[in-house]
C-alpha cells in the first residue's frame, strides 16, 4: 500500500503533498487547541506504540482459508480506531502522519510519494472510517457493526484511491489496479474491522475515560452528510472510469427479455450515462448531474413534507 | 526477514567519515538526490546512465560508511518487493502515454511484451533503487534523534519537531515492550499462524496484544505529559536545539554530491 519514490511523477506527487500539508496543519491545531490541553507530546508518544503495532504481521489466511495467501501477510493500520477513540478523525491525520515519515526511513513508503501516502492511509481512511463509523451509530446500527463497516471501508476505498494516484502517474492501468489493490484490501479490511472492534471493546473496559463513547450524539448530522456527500461525489467521479462498456447485468437482462423494446419506449435523458459530445468527462458530469438532481429532490420532498406536518 | 529496530539503531553509531558528516548536510544530500531521481523524464534510455552514475556514488558513499554487507542487503531485502513487484508489471501493460508499441515477444493466453513497457519498468525500478539507497545510506549513518534536531535546525516546525522527538524516543521503549509480550506469549505456546487452534481465538490474541500496546503507549504518553507539565512545558515549549558549526569535510561533501548530480545532467546529455 505505501507507494515508494519514483513511481508517482514530480509534480503530482508535489499536488498531493500540498494536500497532505494543509491537513496535517489543521491536525497539529486540533491536537493543540481542540482538545482541552495542548496534547502534543502525547501524540509523538502514541505515534510510537501505533508505529510498533502496525509491525505485527498476521496472515492473510487467518481470514479466508486459500492455500494461495499462504505466506501473504497484512497488518493493521489503525486509522479508523484512533479517529472513534479520539472522537475526531484529524487524531488518525496526524498518528498516520507521524507513523509513515518513520516508516519511510525504513524504506517503507517513499518521500516524495508521502503525500500521497498521507492522503490514502491518513487522510482519506481517517475520515472515511470516522464519518461511516458515526453515520451508521445515528441509524441506530449496534456498535460492533459501525465500527467493522468504517474500519472496512478505511481500508478499500485508500486503496482503490491508490488505483487512481498510480493510473494518473501512468505507472499501472486502472481496472487491473482496482481489482488487485481493492481484492487485496478488502480481505485485509475484513481483518482490520475485526481487530478493530476487539481492540475498541477492549480499550473502552481498560480505560473507559479515553474513549469518548458520546461521539455519535455529539457530532452534527449536517457535518456527517457533507462528508457522506463529499464521498459520494468522489464515488461518482470515479465510478465512470471503473465500469466497463459492456452492459450492465441489469441492462443486459433487459435487452434479453425485452428485445431492445425498452430502449424504444423510454428515452433517457443521457443514454449510458454520458452526454453526447463530452467523452469521459460526459459521463463524470452526467453523474454529477444525476446525483444533484437527487439530492434536489430529496430536498424539496423533505421541505414539503415538513409544511405538511406542522 | 524479521529485523528488529535497535540492529538499525546499532549501525548508525558506527565510526566512518560517513557517519561524522553533518546530519543536516546529510538530509539535503538525500533529498536533492530523490528530487533529481524523481524528476528525471519516464521514458528515456539516458536515463539508465544517469541513474547507474548516482547509485554508484550511492554505493561508494555507504563503502565509506564501512556499512556491513549483510545489513545492507536485509534492508534492501525489506524495501524492494513493493516497488518490484510494480515494475515487474511494465512489460505488459499499455501505458497511456507511449504511442508506438515494439512487439517483443507473444505469451500464451495473448499477453504482449513489449520494448516499450520494459525500458519504462526498467527506468521507473532503476529510480526507486536510486532513492531507496539514498534512504538507506541516511538512515543507516544517522541516529533517529540526530535526525529530528537537525531537521530543526532545517527549519522543521516546533510542533512537528516535538512530535518526532518524542515519538522517536518512544519507539525502542515500545519495540522492546512488543517484544516482552511476544515472549510471554510464546512461553504459553502462542503461535501466530498455528492452524489448530480456532481462528476467532488467535484474532482475539492478537486484539489484545494491539490493544495492550496502545493502552500501555497511551498511558506512557498521559505519564510524560505530566511530568512535562511539572517542569514547565507549556504551548509556548520546543525542543532545544543547540548550534552546531558546518565543517569543511561537510561543504567538501555537498559539493560533491551537487557536482555528481550535474555532471549526471550535463556529460549524459
Same mark, same amino acid.
Request: hydrophobic share 55%; glycine share 8%.
Given at each position: ?310 | ?38 524528476? $528525471? ?9 544517469? $541513474? ?56 500464451? $493466453? ?118 512535562? $507539565? ?40
Amino acid at each position: 500500500m505505501h507507494i515508494p519514490d519514483g513511481y508517482i511523477p514530480l509534480e503530482q506527487a508535489a499536488v498531493y503533498w500540498i494536500i497532505a500539508i494543509l491537513f496535517i496543519a489543521r491536525s497539529i491545531k486540533w491536537a493543540r487547541k481542540d482538545l482541552n490541553e495542548n496534547m502534543i507530546p502525547l501524540f509523538g508518544v502514541l505515534a510510537a506504540g501505533m508505529f510498533v503495532l502496525q509491525t505485527i504481521n498476521i496472515a492473510a489466511n487467518l481470514l479466508i482459508p486459500v492455500p494461495m495467501l499462504t505466506g501473504v501477510s497484512w497488518h493493521v493500520v489503525g486509522a479508523t480506531l484512533a479517529a472513534i477513540i479520539f472522537a475526531s478523525p484529524w487524531a488518525a491525520v496526524l498518528l498516520i502522519t507521524l507513523v509513515l515519515a518513520v516508516q519511510s526511513l525504513f524504506g517503507d513508503g517513499g518521500i516524495t510519494a508521502m503525500g500521497a501516502n498521507i492522503l490514502n492511509m491518513g487522510i482519506i481512511a481517517g475520515f472515511i472510517g470516522y464519518y461511516s463509523y458515526i453515520g451508521l451509530s445515528k441509524l441506530s446500527i449496534k456498535r460492533p457493526i459501525a465500527i467493522f463497516t468504517g474500519a472496512w471501508l478505511s481500508m478499500i476505498l485508500p486503496a482503490i484511491a491508490l488505483a487512481f494516484e498510480l493510473w494518473f502517474a501512468g505507472t499501472f492501468p486502472l481496472k487491473q489496479g482496482a481489482l488487485l489493490m481493492g481484492t487485496f484490501q478488502g480481505v485485509a479490511g475484513i481483518g482490520e474491522g475485526l481487530i478493530t472492534v476487539i481492540v475498541f471493546g477492549a480499550i473502552i473496559k481498560a480505560r473507559p475515560d479515553i474513549v469518548e463513547e458520546d461521539a455519535p450524539q455529539k457530532v452534527s448530522t449536517i457535518k456527517v452528510a457533507a462528508a457522506g456527500i463529499v464521498a459520494l461525489f468522489g464515488l461518482a467521479i470515479a465510478a465512470p472510469f471503473l465500469t466497463s462498456s459492456n452492459p450492465d447485468g441489469l441492462g443486459q437482462t433487459a435487452n434479453v427479455v425485452l428485445k431492445h423494446e425498452i430502449n424504444s419506449a423510454i428515452t433517457p435523458l443521457f443514454s449510458s450515462y454520458s452526454i453526447p459530445g463530452m467523452g469521459e468527462m460526459g459521463k463524470v458530469a452526467a453523474i454529477v448531474i444525476g446525483f444533484a438532481a437527487i439530492i434536489a429532490v430529496w430536498f424539496v420532498a423533505a421541505k414539503i413534507l415538513k409544511k405538511g406536518s406542522t | 526477514m524479521h529485523m528488529s529496530i535497535t540492529e538499525f539503531e546499532r549501525e548508525t553509531y558506527r565510526k566512518s567519515p560517513i557517519h561524522r558528516i553533518d546530519g543536516r548536510i546529510k538530509i539535503l544530500m538525500t533529498l536533492a538526490i530523490i528530487v533529481y531521481a524523481v524528476a $528525471l523524464p519516464r521514458m528515456d534510455s539516458l536515463d539508465l546512465i544517469k $541513474l547507474g552514475l548516482l547509485e554508484i556514488y550511492l554505493i561508494i558513499l555507504m563503502m565509506f560508511a564501512r556499512l556491513e554487507f549483510s545489513y545492507l542487503a536485509m534492508r534492501f531485502a525489506i524495501a524492494l518487493p513493493f516497488g518490484l513487484g510494480i515494475a515487474a508489471f511494465q512489460p505488459f501493460v499499455r501505458q497511456p502515454f507511449i504511442q508506438d508499441f515494439t512487439i517483443l515477444y507473444t505469451l500464451p $493466453l495473448g499477453i504482449e511484451v513489449s520494448r516499450e513497457g520494459a525500458l519504462f519498468g526498467v527506468i521507473i525500478f532503476a529510480k526507486f533503487l536510486v532513492c531507496i539507497s539514498a534512504v538507506i545510506l541516511l538512515s543507516s549513518t544517522i541516529p533517529m534523534s540526530e535526525l529530528v534536531s537537525s531537521a530543526r535546525r532545517l527549519g522543521l516546525p516546533k510542533e512537528l519537531a516535538l512530535l518526532f522527538t518524542m515519538m522517536v524516543r518512544y519507539l525502542f521503549v515500545f519495540w522492546n515492550m512488543l517484544g516482552r509480550i511476544r515472549t510471554a506469549q510464546k512461553t504459553r505456546c502462542f503461535e501466530i499462524w498455528n492452524k489448530n487452534v480456532p481462528r476467532k481465538w488467535t484474532l482475539e490474541q492478537i486484539g489484545y496484544t494491539i490493544s495492550s500496546l496502545f493502552v500501555r503507549s497511551y498511558e506512557q504518553g498521559e505519564r510524560t505529559y505530566q511530568s512535562m $507539565l511539572c517542569r514547565g512545558y507549556n504551548a509556548d515549549a520546543h525542543v532545544y536545539v543547540g548550534r552546531k558549526k558546518i565543517t569543511a569535510p561537510d561543504i567538501f561533501i555537498f559539493t560533491l554530491t551537487i557536482a555528481i548530480i550535474a555532471a549526471a545532467q550535463v556529460r549524459v546529455v
